[in-house]
């Protein structure tokens, strides 16, 4: 409800002290109704990000039952231990600095560019109406909470890309400079109103922010460690290393889809007027189709490309087409958003192999799912929505992929000569979860 | 709230002008809490659309959990594939056929019984109050996605039913033709305000509509394509064939029971007033307790006839009784509902061995699960809802499951005549995973 | 909003009538806006129990992942089963008996210790706003589904310990005994304003009242029952019985992580005011960092310890971070929760080994995770929250716990007499899942 509905009974308020009735107390009549509607406002925004934040939370078991199903059996304990680990420490970090970090609300240490560093601080316990943070916006728990769980996909994005040969420890060093520096830094610049949210840099949810943030963290992660032992011969040949579980691979994939309506959904960031729950039904609808487009268009292509259809690429459709859609899941109508969801599907199926050709070794696709696919959706913007426009989208995706890179590259390699990032390789082919970890996943199952 | 609780503010508006206050303004003011309540009701119905909408979008997942654990791992990857592709396909076809012909609004081809063609719609960006296309219902994003999810379980129900021989794109060319057509055409006769709804049809959340429809196709689809190689032997002894990973079946259960508060609780249609939400809170109420009931009742009956509790009769007693309670969730008390679940749990025991001895193949128990129960549920709603009657039930009943199953034998011997629908009794052998995907499912595990 | 807010307009009724508007008109006038207010009140509470009840419901599935992902592939079958029907029967035995036994409401048969006996009772269909029950608080069905969710969680704890050995049927009368009476009798006297309520005894979601009752069930059960076969050698040998399905297990954590949201921000009781909801916002922030704290606490230690990472301490370490903000997860900052959480992980990764060194085979870790972290926990409540105190804590600790302990092991050890509780030995080498159910969870995978 826009405020201002509320105005004719202010109109009372002045009209009725002609008639002798006090207008203070009239005044407050008024005041009644407009603060109602300012504090259901609130909890309806309130709620928004809560049901967004958890929907977003069960992303990170998807990303862990998708990586751990496409890894060989002899690491999935590790993989699971990653990505639980991995989203815990997130947790911390992002709220020792990362979210006054991404959100500097004026405090720059660099104007635009650098926010100011301290944890966060919710509001108190049973906090007044008159004591909010942002009487307009939402309670600052439940933006955290939300904002906290897109930090954590972008580590969980990275994870599935450096699989089966990273170290532990050296990758969960990353994971904490990642969630707690470098994510917030650049996506302040957009959505803490740093200088590309200035520009009029525009991604609604995170095509560019979170999705090629994580892919180019990835891709940086995947040079600097190397690829699988045996991935790539010396002849060009590459070795295909299956994934073990596919079943828990679909059933993450799934998780990743129904998150996404939290992803994209919230990113609305409010729900309690008409317009804004309405167009966070355009989102819902607007993102669970495009992620159609991407799953069929993939299928179609594979089966085409590679004669029988492959689950693996469908999944990896569906999730492409979903973070297609997540620069602008607005103001598409059905029609565009699964057309840009199918473009993202074909990326993926086209650039998967390609990467193999330049001996990138993704284990899970992240790189082409959330990278590439991220560009599109970012670049896609201004097909749907006018007040966007490309040369602007260039823009961000190239200081934002470019800082992601050029950061994570750095921090990569100097874990790599402090204490290396990469386990070797007799006891990649014996598995990390025996070698690491002592603890296999499937201890009774494996023939391998 | 009842919009005639604001009458009184309006009943100012008459007085006040006695005292020469402008009629106009005041009238504004009594309309502005009017106007708040609306657009709370609004906020709240389409919020409980949004809800229920990724709540019965999960089952999709659960579905597919389900399956894939009951199938052979030879098939486990075909299984997965059938359950993504299917989901993506139903988004497609009901947004750019199913909706409108669903839910006709007036606009009908045949009145009552075959609705218009054109896709979906939905309200522009930000659209403000005046605009909505409903005021008193919900944004239409959210009814849709709502919906989709309705429509997209229909197809997930043949899939269990038909799986470890049916082809994949002859069967997902006929899911394009029961989400795009079949399943609204129906539909539309009741929720759709059609011949159905006229003669005062009751089935609250779609026993009939959905489930039994689902079961319906489902065992058309079985009859044609025939049951898996092996399943029936010429001596009329029947191969068990058991599922390969109870865990994750059971998990599906589980997922669908949880999108089951959303499937029966959005049917609601409503939560903006404190009758309408106290209606959502019986409903959860009731569908939990009737699972219950179904479990119970399946794990006793199942050790008695066989001495030993079955798992897998206790996950279909559980969705028996789910599906019992689905038409009418509401007016039961919760030791109707209960025991209403209960009759499912024993129905689902009783006739998953009769379809074995009429050679029907029904691979995870659809048939009886979706197609009896849901017969029963729909039956059962007189019992508690003194506005239904039996002879009416029936009549919806037969109309809905002749239609479903009639459509779907045509569909599928067509598809059968055209392309063929059955992968070969060799090729079944060895597992569809391997024949038609190239791709296993757990390839570091299997023994076979 | 507080209703004092709406006051100005009852004040615009006082003064209007010396204007010679009827009085009664526009009290009415006035009382519309209170009554709108206190109808979204009422719906946001009736809501918050909803969607709290559906993630805890999930829970249910989280246990069983956790503990089918836990046990060794032979009792898989059997511990899904019993997760199923535990949950099942929780469902009957709390309608039945629990929920009015729960919350007596001034019903005593023993003031403040022993609540009567009746079923529970929903409002009726589309029940007005003057008949509600109590329009201050929420509707009956929504309490009543997300009470039942919580008294369930107590038999899931049980039910991770005292795997791999336990008879299925007497499992499951204990569960209705424990559903049914135990728990609701204990629960009362906090959360019915029972004795301990009256002595301000504070838990807020539950560390004792479900979480440490639980562990303390599930360790009469453990010491009645015995350790598994082989377990614990003459020669005081542990033999580590790992887990079958670690990937599986991780997304029992996760899917618990998800519902503990709704756990705890649940149990804040309200939601339709600012202060509610952002305290509600609280809740999820502080529990969700204090399973961060719990899960990279356990890990630091575990790899300290054990000199290599060790998930299934990270898994646990997660959730006795989730359990030991149980007790107050609205005061702490995030610093604080983080800490408790922490020290909930270092309390599994000390205890886990304890129990063992005194044969007492807990299979999951459950009365460590439940039992421990609970009463610290409770312990930690008076370090962020001035209004309780350490003496009250530990009474209302050692009431639950002995309460819960002597009773379960009363009624475990009257199954034991009369119908056996513990498989045979030469059964339990066979596995639960071939001899007790003839249904294998992995038929085609396991070596075993």
Redesign the interface.
Known sequence: ?QLN?????A??AV??P?????QD??A??????E???A??V???N??L???G???V??M??GF??LE??LV??KN??MQ??K???L??????AY?IVGFNLMYPLGDWVIEGWLGGVS?????P?????DE?DD?EY?????D??FQ?MFCAATASIVSGAVAERVK?FPFLIFVVVLTGILYPIQASWSWGEGFLDEMGFSDFAGSSIVHAAGGFAALAGVIVIGSRYGKYGADGKVTVM???????A??G???L??GW??FN?GSQLA?????D?????????NT??A???G??AA?ILSTIL?K?????M??NG?LAGLVSITAEP??P???SA?LIGAVGGVIVVLTIPLLDKLKIDDVVGAIPVHGFAGLWGTLAVPLTNSDADFGTQIVGMAAICGFMFVTSFIVFSILKAVMGVRVSDEDQVTGLDKT?????????????
Do not use: H, Q
């Open positions: 409800m509905k509320i105005l004719p009974l109109a009372v009209l009725l002609t008639l002798g009735i006090a107390e009239v407050e009549a008024a005041n009644s109704v603060t109602l509607n504090e259901m609130f909890i309806f309130s709620l990000f809560l049901i934040g958890f929907l939370f069960f990170a078991a862990c039952m751990t199903g060989r059996s999935a304990t699971a231990t990505n639980v680990a989203f815990s420490l997130a947790g911390i709220f944890p966060t601080v919710l509001e316990v049973g906090v007044p109406f909010l009487v939402a309670s600052i728990g439940s955290f909470i906290l532990l299956p994934g073990s579980n596919l079943p828990l679909t059933l994939m799934f998780i889809w129904l309506f939290g959904g729900m309690g007027t008409v317009s729950v309405a167009d966070v039904s355009r989102i819902f609808a669970n189709t992620a159609s487009g799953a069929v299928l590679y029988k259809p492959d689950l693996t469908v999944l569906a607005l103001t109508g059905l029609g699964t690491e970890m002592g603890m296999e996943a499937y201890p009774e199952f494996s023939n391998s």
